[in-house]
């Protein structure tokens, strides 16, 4: 029965900005709730682990591959409201900043140019340019996996902190959807700020990007989270830097030499590679600076 519902073997490389990852055991891609709850309903027939697949940004998927069942969440449709909308987990965070754009709602131009996914960014609270998108945030549409009820978390009941959020320490809530409120500007009513003034602010962030990070290449995006020291938050590239591994290789990974908080996939990349990358920076950077690196990065199948 689960073969007929699910894909069996499908490669996760195709689903990760890395380009890097092994076989799902089983795969499924899940366009609407019920779609989702279905899904979910199966894998616990089957008794079946279930991992949640967004955009594949901010993940290192094992070259083994994943046991269970991978679902890719495409949730994406959306519904506008006077200054907020209502949205899919799984529409990218691209098409959130350009229905924001057209409709003159300001507040998410640091989003621009992540590859991640809505449910993504709540997952790992994501932030850019002293933004994060708990700004944005009403509330939270979620799927209890064990009581297959739909759950409505308040801003307060996601838990954000740096990185993180209820989501990433209760495996048992799958992010369905979100509540996004924008933000209000002096004088000026919500959803009629100036378009021009949006795309000029999404150009700039765009721009340093581009000129920062090495975006030509396959990555996870940052690999580490910015340590908080007693002198303020020391960023992770300029440690890793400082402790000589910019441009270090180990087959076909590299910690890129644009920005050091960066591993890139050179082409062929397996993810024992970045991993080891990944333990040689923390080790490097713990023994010149006594700090400990954490990453940022979901280790997935490992």
């Not at 850019?128 to 009941?157: C, H, N, R, W, Y």
């Not at 378009?195 to 975006?215: A, C, M, S």
Request: glycine fraction near 10%; proline fraction near 4%; aromatic fraction near 8%.
């Amino acid at each position: 029965m689960k073969d007929k519902i699910f894909q069996k073997n499908v490669l996760l490389k195709k689903y990760t900005t890395y380009k890097i990852g092994g076989p799902a055991q089983y795969f499924f891609v899940a366009k609407t709730k019920k779609d989702l709850i279905r899904a979910v309903k199966a894998a616990k027939e089957f008794k079946l682990p279930v991992f949640v697949l967004g955009g594949g940004s901010n993940i290192l998927v094992s070259d083994k591959g994943v046991k269970g069942l991978v679902i890719k969440l495409q949730i994406s449709d959306f519904v506008l409201n006077k200054n907020s909308v209502h949205i899919g987990a799984g529409a990218m965070l691209p098409k959130l900043v350009a229905i924001a754009t057209e409709n003159g709602f300001a507040g998410l131009e640091w989003a621009a140019g992540i590859p991640g996914t809505v449910g993504g960014a709540i997952y790992g609270h994501a932030q850019a340019f002293g933004a994060k998108i708990s700004d944005a945030v009403k509330s939270v549409e979620a799927l209890d996996i064990k009581t297959l009820e739909m759950k409505k978390l308040s801003k307060k009941q996601c838990g954000f902190s740096l990185k993180s959020s209820i989501f990433k320490k209760n495996k048992n809530l799958i992010i369905v959807s979100a509540f996004l409120e924008f933000e209000k500007r002096p004088g000026v009513p919500s959803g009629s700020y100036p378009k021009r003034k949006i795309q000029e602010k999404i150009k700039e962030y765009l721009n340093y990007r581009k000129t920062r990070h090495p975006i030509s290449l396959p990555s996870a995006g940052s690999t580490f989270v910015n340590p908080e020291t007693n002198k303020g938050v020391i960023p992770a590239g300029e440690l890793i830097e400082k402790a000589g591994l910019a441009g270090k290789r180990i087959g076909k990974a590299q910690i890129s030499e644009k920005h050091a908080n960066f591993i890139v996939n050179l082409g062929g990349a397996k993810a024992k590679d970045v991993l080891a990358l990944i333990k040689l920076a923390q080790k490097k950077v713990k023994k010149d600076f006594g700090i400990k690196l954490k990453p940022e990065v979901q280790f997935v199948g490992f």
